[in-house]
């Protein structure tokens, strides 16, 4: 089964976003990416962008059957529809979200804490030193 796992790194201050995720086959990195957002509004923005990258990925290598695992528990949550989104800007990438779920088969979105979240926090804060340097 397939495993991916999302996040991403917003500095407000700096109007500085990027994203990272890693796909898992079992326990086998199957692929990992890393990058920049070229734009930066909120840190539920940058999740949800993070999340629609890595959804994308799978979907051109016609993965099928995708677990799911991020550490922003509210953008699990709305993908879950187990809360509202109040904030406009979010609701046309939930949206995208939704239409991405189609293309596969199954698909289940876990909320997991950030310690076992480290490997996408990683390399989104990689796509920020190497912009930095």
């Known amino acids: 089964m397939f ?3 999302f996040d991403a790194c917003n500095r407000e201050v700096l109007g ?3 994203i990272g995720f890693v796909l898992y086959y079992d326990s086998t990195v199957v692929a990992k990416h890393y990058a920049m957002l070229n734009e930066s509004y909120d840190s539920n923005y940058a999740e949800y962008k993070a999340l629609i990258y890595a959804l994308k990925y799978a979907s051109k290598l016609q993965i099928k059957d995708l677990y799911v695992e991020g550490d922003a528990k509210i953008v699990i949550d709305q993908i879950n529809n187990n809360c ?3 904030y406009e800007r ?12 189609l293309d596969f088969n199954f698909i289940n979105f876990e909320h997991i804490y950030r310690k076992y ?3 996408a926090d990683s390399l989104a804060n990689q796509a920020l030193i190497e912009y930095l340097k």
């Open 90 to 101: 979010v609701k046309p990438l939930h949206k995208e979200v939704n239409k991405l779920k």
């Open 117 to 119: 979240n480290h490997y």
């Open 3 to 5: 495993l991916l796992q």
């Open 84 to 86: 509202n989104i109040k």
């Open 16 to 18: 500085l976003a990027s």
